[in-house]
């Protein structure tokens, strides 16, 4: 499977989404949902890396993870210390949905973002009508960063913009950032290499919070990549493949504590 086909499917997806229901009835809908955290100032610690704990029932490299619902583990998230949520709400590939996304606002406290293949405007304003504090923009298939972190923050949410490349890095933080996401999955082939986070840590200037995702197993892994300066870390498949789920967000959160250190 090659990530173009996950996007070509995405956009297959959200043209039928826009049919069925038209930006003008989504932006009806925000004004009857009101936000209760700030995503960035969830993040804001200063000595402990924040832990974003993730719904993810399944993903393309590793096929079905949980059976869980939403509703069962998002309180098992706050109740062991976890910063923020990341809800997932792609429905081919990781088998979840929008409505996953809007049970999480409703039963949870926890600051919450939306992690999909944002490819349009439509799906900034439809995250905000479904709760979300922050949504996840990828540099290289959103079409107009700038604009869209714009969007983003006019609704009163955060976007976390997802790098991969140095090229990427400067993109964002000249298109505004203020939250910059390093994807230490490489999707040619689906593999985790953390000198992606050690490498690109450099150029995130420190005003910017700079959060390491995928590939996080164990305390050692947490400790490795706080070494890098990173002020978040974002965790999935490890706390939702664990057959003891709040043990897992604990050892990982307790592995984070007093972690913080400068970015070099």
């Given at each position: 499977m090659k990530f173009s086909d996950i996007i070509m499917k995405r956009r297959e997806v959200l043209i039928?989404?826009?049919?069925?229901?038209?930006?003008?009835?989504?932006?009806?809908?925000?004004?009857?949902?009101?936000?209760?955290?700030?995503?960035?100032?969830?993040?804001?610690?200063?000595?402990?890396?924040?832990?974003?704990?993730?719904?993810?029932?399944?993903?393309?490299s590793a096929g079905k993870i949980s059976n869980l619902t939403v509703e069962t583990v998002l309180p098992l998230f706050e109740k062991s210390s976890a910063s923020a949520a990341s809800i997932i709400t792609e429905e081919c590939y990781f088998k979840s949905n929008i409505n996953n996304l809007k049970i999480a606002c409703k039963?949870?406290?926890?600051?919450?973002?939306?992690?999909?293949?944002?490819?349009?405007?439509?799906?900034?304003?439809?995250?905000?009508?479904?709760?979300?504090?922050?949504?996840?923009?990828?540099?290289?298939?959103?079409?107009?960063?700038?604009?869209?972190?714009?969007?983003?923050?006019?609704?009163?949410?955060?976007?976390?913009?997802?790098?991969?490349?140095?090229?990427?890095?400067?993109?964002?933080?000249?298109?505004?950032?203020?939250?910059?996401?390093?994807?230490?999955?490489?999707?040619?082939?689906?593999?985790?290499?953390?000198?992606?986070?050690?490498?690109?840590?450099?150029?995130?200037?420190p005003e910017i919070i700079l959060v390491s995702e995928s590939g996080v197993k164990n305390a050692d892994d947490v400790k490795l990549l706080s070494s890098y300066g990173v002020d978040a870390l974002l965790v999935g498949t490890s706390i939702m493949s664990s057959n003891e789920i709040s043990g897992k967000i604990v050892e990982i959160v307790s592995a984070a504590e007093n972690s913080r250190m400068e970015r070099r």
């Open positions: 039928k989404e826009k049919l069925y229901k038209p930006l003008s009835e989504i932006k009806e809908d925000i004004k009857r949902v009101k936000l209760r955290k700030n995503f960035k100032n969830s993040l804001l610690k200063e000595d402990d890396v924040s832990i974003i704990c993730e719904y993810k029932p399944a993903s393309p039963i949870s406290c926890l600051s919450l973002l939306r992690k999909d293949f944002i490819l349009d405007e439509y799906q900034i304003y439809e995250s905000r009508a479904n709760g979300a504090n922050a949504v996840l923009l990828m540099a290289d298939i959103y079409p107009n960063l700038s604009e869209g972190i714009l969007i983003t923050n006019y609704l009163g949410m955060d976007a976390v913009v997802e790098c991969k490349n140095r090229e990427e890095v400067d993109n964002a933080v000249k298109a505004g950032a203020e939250i910059i996401g390093i994807n230490n999955r490489c999707f040619d082939d689906f593999s985790i290499d953390f000198k992606r986070t050690r490498e690109l840590s450099r150029f995130v200037p």
